[in-house]
């Protein structure tokens, strides 16, 4: 189905396509208190007026109904949002027989305590679905009080108040009115936060305030002051019931916190315990209010879908959003402790550490709100200093001797130093990294912009993004040459004696790494966002296997050649303690990345060969697909790969060759995967006794990719359990001299389970399950 | 989809007629309701006249033959696709919809496959469409056909649910390969066994 969003364009919105003379603008609150801008001038000596409506009317007359009359540049886009005028479902301005357009809700009627919960309680749950993704319009902007805050537009604080030109406030009305000033004044750092980073429109969130101000203009410190009023006055009596007292006075708390914490984690400066700190609190706040939120009674009728017809939209009219306030509770405790955990970011120790807490926090599930994602990407990129503090040349060169070049003279920052001497070998080393850096920087800080995404945009992402850094390699490898010269860098045959001589090409390594890690990411979210049939994951666990192996034998290269270079310094002198530390990083980078590839490399194997095993069996079973054939979904499936020159995609024979091994018995087959496992496991197991220096991955990093590491590790156990039923039915049923298996499935008397990914021990692992049917029915079948 | 209701057995062989710009009068009130059942907000009808008038014939239905009613119909279209290098002439299904008691009878994927013939007939390169991650009747028959899931899309309707972009490929795409970096001479060795 074509998408049925309505993308009104903005220049649009103003447009009328009536020929009276518009009503007075304060009519439609669209200026609010601002006075409203002339009319332009219809008649000038420039302007001679027609009146085409007569031409318009006989031309019109000659079309037949439903013929399309549009110019090449009138897209399906523009056709969705279309509305047909008068047609109560699409056109918000529609009012049916009797119903006026007023909402006819009396703010400043008298409101009981327990009446002052329900509505802020549900204001919390409008808030929150704002937060989800869904627009103002449909959540927070339903809500009375909200508007008659907003409409018209204050300029003052004494302004922005639901009950105006009235001397003296109900003071249960001025509590509510204090939450709605802190609650809005928080929405608008949202939104400009939001606004300010990388997120995909209306997919993520939409920014739109249909012209309403998100009460900018109003100083923050004179809305702190209104909330503290409210406090003070709730503790001298106005509310005789404690509890009721309470409950208010915690959700005045929220407000307050909230703002402490946008405004604190404005400052990257900040001591990161600083930064924490209202987080926690609001952690504690909200535990209050949900065990207060029993005291509440809701008013639902201070909620209305008509106030959408005052807002400046083109939208048709749509429901109120409901989320119910024990999800509500449930996002907004992710959300402060997401809040809080993303501070950890500032600590920073090294690139690669780096990258690994922000691949390990978009990963949590669920996955971080879009707010605290941006409120990351701030973190790490606001006016391009990393994190507050570091250049951008920091962390490339630290990822660089990290990855490549520990202890290298081309990071040698002294080189520097050599500007005045402009002819010296030092500054022409100085000038060409910094070229380098100049050309790739934007392409590595990319991984990091392209982690912070949603899952699915991060993968559609990275398929370009691996063009790019094709782009990058060829340009490294020119560097490199020119470098391999001034560095008089002695070729080395590698990886055998015989093998032709090669200089280190360290720059274009790093760059074919990164590639390798993005393109096998890129596989991996594609098991993890059920991209794949289940009959393609034989060939899909193959190919990741590959990509896995090619790093892996990169990885091995790299650290050769780094080997050879700090050998050749050792030569000629000891090497610095810094020299040391980099070099110790880089040797517990090579063996955790190659540990990493090699235990990925053995449980796709594995698994690989089980899904070619369960092919076999006619337990997994490909639909019929009159209209395509293998080669074909072959060209779609691997189209972001295809295009890529190293490493070069495999032709369609070799992958079928692989994906079905025609060669190897089912026997044979389940013996590889179990010593596959077997291989995996171990490597789990290493890798489980990895400090937090041996794995990159530093306190709640730590944590996580020890338990990323556990979900990988039962998955390779799950899969073992998957070989033990398959080998304990074919030794039951099927006869020995049926060598092949083909076909012996539906005796075995078992059915295929495929689990939703978030019903697997990891979502990238796509372990089957064996379950025991009646032998009728059996085949495969997906868990969603 | 509502069960109850539906036909044990379809009355009669249906008639499948390829709409054309004259029906409008007849069939389009009854298209636009069929297809509206499903959406919580109404497409306007712009938006049908926007694939009828310009791709009618890659518009089928399904009619009842004893009164000749609406029962199925089938909404496309076929375009270059210009962001693509090389260009592409892509086919797009905008909307399918089957009378909730016709369903479970296959005349959605009769619908389908004459919308792949029109448009196979035409040249197109490929075909696309996009469908709700929850609706599995729906990928199960566009799966069924051959095609694939190519992407997710992160909250691409109103209601917030992802949608999978589905690919039928029907030509062999042209790919251009770039210079072959000199990283790859080196052959491809064994992978390190894990350590304990």
Known sequence: MIPDRNPAPEEFEGLSLSDQPPPPAEQYGLYGGEPVPPPPPISSDGVVALDVMGRFRKAAKTLEPGELIKDGYFSLMDSVASIEIMDPKMDSGCLGPGETLEEGYDVTRPLRAEQVIGIIDQLLCHEMAWHLGYPLSQTLFTNVYIEGILMPMPNTIEQADFVRDQPGHDPMLAVLRAYCLGLLKACYHVNERIKGEHYYEEEDFVTNTYHRSLLDRIDEAAIRQVITNARTSLRSGICTDTLLADALDSRLRLREEFLNAIQLSEDRNNSADSIKAPWIELEQILETINRSHALGTSVPEAFSTKIQRKLASTMPPRPIVQLRFEDTYGHFKHMFADGREVTDVLAYTDSESLLNFVLHFQAKRPQPLVYIRTLLQSYLFKDMIILGRLSIRHIMDDDLSTLVLPASPLLDPTNDAFESAPHSPQFQLANRMELFRQRAAQSYLDVFRAICQNRCRIRRTLCHSIQDWENVQLDAEEVDQVLALETNEAAMSWPRPTSPPSHSLSLSSWAYLYKLKLMQWIVQLGFELDIYAPDELAGMYWYLSLLTRTRSQHVQRIQAFAEKNVREVLRTRKLSEEEEMQFDRAANYWRGSLLDAAVTCQLADALSSIYIVLGRLGLVTPPPRPYSTDEMRYNVRMKPFGVIGLPELPTYETFKEAALQPKLSVAQLLDAATSALEGAKRGFKAMERFDEDESFARGVTYERFKADLAGSHKSAIAAGLTIMMLRKALGEKVSRNTETGEGGGKELGLKVEIKAPSQRYHECWVVPGLVKVPSKDSGASTGN | ?196
């Open chain 2, 1 to 196: 989809m509502a069960e109850s209701g539906r036909l044990e057995k379809l009355p009669a062989e249906l008639r499948y007629i390829q709409y054309e710009h004259g029906l409008e009068s007849q069939y389009l009130p009854a298209i636009r309701a069929l297809i509206s059942k499903d959406l919580s907000e109404p497409y306007s009808i712009y938006v049908y006249r926007y694939f009828l008038y310009q791709w009618g014939h890659l518009c089928f239905m399904a009619l009842d033959p004893t009164d000749s009613s609406l029962v199925g119909v089938i909404i496309c279209k076929l375009e270059t696709h210009a962001s693509h290098s090389p260009m592409t002439l892509r086919g797009y299904i905008a909307m399918l919809a089957v009378s909730s008691a016709y369903r479970g009878h296959g005349v959605a994927t009769a619908l389908v496959k004459r919308a792949i013939d029109a448009m196979a007939l035409r040249d197109a390169d490929e075909i696309v469409l996009e469908t709700e991650e929850s609706n599995i009747p729906a990928m199960r028959l566009y799966e069924r056909l051959g095609f694939l899931r190519s992407k997710k899309l992160h909250r691409y309707y109103l209601n917030g649910s992802s949608a999978y972009r589905l690919v039928l490929q029907l030509k062999p795409p042209e790919i251009e390969r770039v210079v072959e970096p000199a990283l790859g001479e080196a052959e491809v060795s064994e992978v390190v066994v894990a350590a304990s």
